[in-house]
C-alpha cells in the first residue's frame, strides 16, 4: 500500500493541478473570511469530502497557514501526500474515532496561527452529515468554524460514497463561504449539538447555492 500511495499520489496531484488550471474561478462570501484575518482570529475550516480536491488548490499560494486533518486509512495516506506535496502541514488521525490526540495537536496549531481544515462529513459518511469534531475544536480552543464550499459549472460525479466531484477541463468553478458558527468553551451537550446542526444547515445552504451558481442544478 505504501508503494501504491507512493506511486498515486504524484500522479492525483498532477491530474489535479493541471485541470484545476483551466478553471474560471468565482468567488462569494470571500469577504468572510477576510474578515475573520483581519480580526486575527485563526478558523476551523469546515468542507464536504467530495468537494475537497479542488479546494487543495484553491489555497496554493499560502498553504503555510492551513493544517488539514486527514484520515488514517490508505485513501488518507494517498490524499495526505497530495496536500503536503502543495505544502499543507498535514494531521493524520480523525476528528470522530477517538478524536482527543487530533484535537489537541489541531487545537495547538490553532495557538501557533495554524487554520485546521476538517471534513465536515468524515472519511466514510454519511454523505452531507456534519461530523462533531471542528464545533468540538471550536469548543475546545473558542476559534469559529467557517463553512466553505464548491461548486462547478459541468463536472462528473463519481460513484463513491461522497459523490466526488471533477471539474471539466475549462468549465467554471464557485467557491462560496458562509457565515463562521462559534461553540463557546462552557457550552454543554446539548448547546453543542445544536452548533453542530447550525453549522451543518449553513454547509447545507451554502452548497445548495454553490450548485445552483450557474443556473442550473450541476
Given at each position: 500500500?505504501?508503494?501504491?500511495?507512493?506511486?498515486?499520489?504524484?500522479?492525483?496531484?498532477?491530474?489535479?493541478?493541471?485541470?484545476?488550471?483551466?478553471?474560471?474561478?468565482?468567488?462569494?462570501?470571500?469577504?468572510?473570511?477576510?474578515?475573520?484575518?483581519?480580526?486575527?482570529?485563526?478558523?476551523?475550516?469546515?468542507?464536504?469530502?467530495?468537494?475537497?480536491?479542488?479546494?487543495?488548490?484553491?489555497?496554493?499560494?499560502?498553504?503555510?497557514?492551513?493544517?488539514?486533518?486527514?484520515?488514517?486509512?490508505?485513501?488518507?495516506?494517498?490524499?495526505?501526500?497530495?496536500?503536503?506535496?502543495?505544502?499543507?502541514?498535514?494531521?493524520?488521525?480523525?476528528?470522530?474515532?477517538?478524536?482527543?490526540?487530533?484535537?489537541?495537536?489541531?487545537?495547538?496549531?490553532?495557538?501557533?496561527?495554524?487554520?485546521?481544515?476538517?471534513?465536515?462529513?468524515?472519511?466514510?459518511g454519511p454523505l452531507y452529515k456534519l461530523?462533531?469534531?471542528?464545533?468540538?475544536?471550536?469548543?475546545?480552543?473558542?476559534?469559529?468554524?467557517?463553512?466553505?464550499?464548491?461548486?462547478?459549472?459541468?463536472?462528473?460525479?463519481?460513484?463513491?460514497?461522497?459523490?466526488?466531484?471533477?471539474?471539466?477541463?475549462?468549465?467554471?468553478?464557485?467557491?462560496?463561504?458562509?457565515?463562521?458558527?462559534?461553540?463557546?468553551?462552557?457550552?454543554?451537550?446539548?448547546?453543542?449539538?445544536?452548533?453542530?446542526?447550525?453549522?451543518?444547515?449553513?454547509?447545507?445552504?451554502?452548497?445548495?447555492?454553490?450548485?445552483?451558481?450557474?443556473?442550473?442544478?450541476?
Amino acid at each position: 500500500m505504501f508503494f501504491n500511495s507512493y506511486v498515486a499520489a504524484p500522479l492525483v496531484f498532477a491530474i489535479l493541478y493541471l485541470l484545476s488550471m483551466t478553471l474560471r474561478l468565482h468567488e462569494e462570501g470571500k469577504d468572510i473570511e477576510q474578515r475573520l484575518l483581519d480580526e486575527g482570529k485563526s478558523c476551523v475550516l469546515t468542507l464536504w469530502h467530495g468537494r475537497l480536491p479542488y479546494l487543495a488548490y484553491y489555497y496554493r499560494k499560502t498553504p503555510e497557514r492551513f493544517m488539514p486533518l486527514a484520515s488514517p486509512s490508505a485513501d488518507g495516506e494517498i490524499v495526505s501526500r497530495v496536500l503536503a506535496m502543495f505544502g499543507y502541514r498535514v494531521v493524520r488521525g480523525s476528528s470522530y474515532k477517538n478524536p482527543a490526540p487530533s484535537l489537541l495537536t489541531l487545537a495547538r496549531g490553532l495557538k501557533a496561527g495554524y487554520a485546521p481544515v476538517l471534513i465536515a462529513d468524515g472519511s466514510r459518511g454519511p454523505l452531507y452529515k456534519l461530523q462533531p469534531g471542528s464545533m468540538s475544536l471550536s469548543k475546545l480552543t473558542g476559534a469559529p468554524a467557517l463553512p466553505i464550499t464548491v461548486s462547478f459549472s459541468r463536472h462528473w460525479t463519481l460513484g463513491t460514497w461522497d459523490r466526488l466531484m471533477v471539474p471539466k477541463p475549462f468549465s467554471k468553478v464557485v467557491v462560496v463561504y458562509g457565515e463562521p458558527v462559534y461553540a463557546s468553551r462552557d457550552c454543554g451537550e446539548e448547546e453543542l449539538e445544536q452548533k453542530r446542526l447550525e453549522m451543518e444547515a449553513r454547509l447545507l445552504s451554502i452548497t445548495k447555492r454553490a450548485d445552483s451558481y450557474f443556473g442550473e442544478a450541476v
